[in-house]
């Protein structure tokens, strides 16, 4: 069984920057695409960015520019570097895995438990 454990949430002031990691266990070969999904309170769990075992590289257009997903196979972990943070960033960050050709945009097989990611003006 897959897990996905994340890291590097916080308190950050606007404009400042933040970076979340996520390592995937426990048949991680099976992993092809892993990304983020954030959710604010009272809305609902939205794509943010993710990265297939390729390279090939999405992002949600809120996030375009700021945001940049990386991702190290040999490590299993995919990381997700902030910058120019906003207080509507502010939200639980959730990391997403999907396997076989599948990506996360379309089918989420694996998620993190979340961590909080707060932006203060």
């Known amino acids: 069984q897959v897990q996905l454990v994340e890291s590097g949430g916080g308190l950050v002031q606007a404009g400042g920057s933040l970076r979340l990691s996520c390592a995937a266990s426990?048949?991680?070969?099976?992993?092809?695409?892993m990304g983020w999904y954030r959710q604010a309170p009272g809305k609902e769990r939205e794509f943010v960015a993710d990265?297939?075992?390729?390279?090939?590289?999405t992002y949600a257009d809120a996030v375009k520019v700021r945001f940049t997903i990386s991702r190290d196979n040999a490590k299993n972990t995919v990381y997700l570097q902030m910058n120019s943070l906003k207080p509507e960033d502010t939200a639980v960050y959730y990391c997403a895995a999907s396997v076989g050709s599948g990506t996360v945009m379309n089918y989420v097989n694996y998620w993190g438990q979340g961590t909080q990611v707060t932006v203060s003006s």
């Open positions: 990265i297939t075992f390729g390279g090939r590289l």
């Open positions: 426990g048949g991680s070969r099976s992993i092809n695409d």
